[in-house]
């Protein structure tokens, strides 16, 4: 939905109104409510589309064993604020929203959330992205919603980064359920991947 494309794509972005309000070209600093981590926009994401109705939305939490360093190429500025467990593995939650089985679908449904964020973006969008999904044992997509902090443009199918291991959880199923990587039932015992499988493809707008 709209409301939710506009959340992820000016999350960093918004400005006091008002009185005393900063000029157009003086963006006011985050306050503290763009302090949050990546993971936490992740949940208020997936709560946003779950109350607006959309069913097919679902949170991975993507760890890395050992955290930053251990075996991977993925740095502390990837991880962005991760949670750590109790082991030491670096964990990030990120959405995802399934967009059927088309990649080339998808890529048109990410060109037109861009172009319709444009007028707003301060000359930010602009250019082909290539956008990362993840695909079930059924064959749907699951485009990433992960948000970092940067100043480049933020936009749906950002890159997960490197992870040994997922917990992904679906929380508009009923009963709720969750699958982990490496078996081959989920929490309900349906048949699964036992790692799905990431993707990408170029999105022109």
Request: glycine content about 10%.
């Amino acid at each position: 939905g709209r409301n939710a494309s506009d959340l992820l794509g000016l999350w960093k972005e918004k400005e006091t109104k008002g009185k005393g309000a900063a000029p157009a070209q003086a963006p006011t600093p985050p306050g503290p409510a763009f302090r949050a981590s990546p993971s936490e926009f992740a949940t208020v994401l997936a709560a946003l589309l779950r109350h607006m109705g959309v069913r097919h939305v679902r949170i991975a939490v993507l760890c890395l064993r050992g955290g930053a360093g251990a075996n991977s190429t993925l740095s502390p500025q990837d991880l962005q604020l991760a949670e750590v467990t109790p082991e030491g593995d670096a964990c990030q939650a990120v959405t995802e929203v399934r967009l059927g089985k088309s990649s080339k679908r998808l890529s048109k449904w990410v060109a037109d959330h861009r172009r319709a964020l444009k007028p707003k973006s301060k000359g930010r969008i602009r250019g082909a992205k290539e956008l990362h999904y993840r695909a079930d044992r059924k064959g749907y997509l699951w485009l990433s919603m992960r948000w970092v902090h940067r100043p480049e443009e933020v936009h749906p199918g950002l890159a997960y980064g490197d992870y040994d291991y997922a917990v992904t959880y679906y929380p508009a199923a009923t009963p709720p359920r969750w699958e982990v990587d490496g078996e081959i039932m989920d929490s309900r015992g349906g048949l699964k991947l036992q790692r799905p499988t990431v993707g990408s493809i170029l999105s022109r707008m």
